[in-house]
């Protein structure tokens, strides 16, 4: 059976950082494109950051570039995201998704997370 699960969320202060973890089970991680997606109140979900399997080419969205890092380590099934200089319009619940075969990340990614809250106040 496959697993997402994120944590690392919770509540920080703008200007704070948090760092991410997306555990992967059931499925062969190595071969598989990981994103990191997010939804606010009230808004779409949204792509934040995709890494690639293979030769780990990275992505980012233009309002966390600079700020965030996506990272995987296959030994261990696991991707991260590095956030720094959180500001408010972080908000969001944070998703972690992947998928095979591609060469890029979107909504319709196979495999999703339950996602964790982070929540930046001003």
């Known amino acids: 059976e496959v697993h997402l699960v994120e944590s690392g969320g919770g509540l920080v202060q703008a200007g704070g950082s948090l760092r991410l973890s997306c555990a992967a089970s059931g499925f062969a991680f190595d071969d598989y494109v990981i994103g990191w997606f997010r939804q606010a109140p009230g808004k779409v979900r949204e792509g934040v950051s995709c890494?690639?399997?293979?030769?780990?080419?990275?992505y980012y969205t233009d309002s966390v570039r600079g700020r965030f890092t996506i990272s995987r380590d296959n030994a261990k099934s696991a991707a991260y995201l590095e956030m720094n200089d959180l500001t408010p319009e972080d908000t969001a619940v944070y998703y972690c998704?992947?998928?095979?075969?591609?060469?890029?990340?979107?909504?319709?990614?196979?495999?999703w997370g339950k996602g964790t809250l982070v929540n930046v106040s001003s």
């Open positions: 998704a992947a998928d095979v075969g591609s060469n890029w990340c979107s909504l319709g990614m196979e495999y």
């Open positions: 890494i690639l399997n293979g030769d780990g080419t990275t």
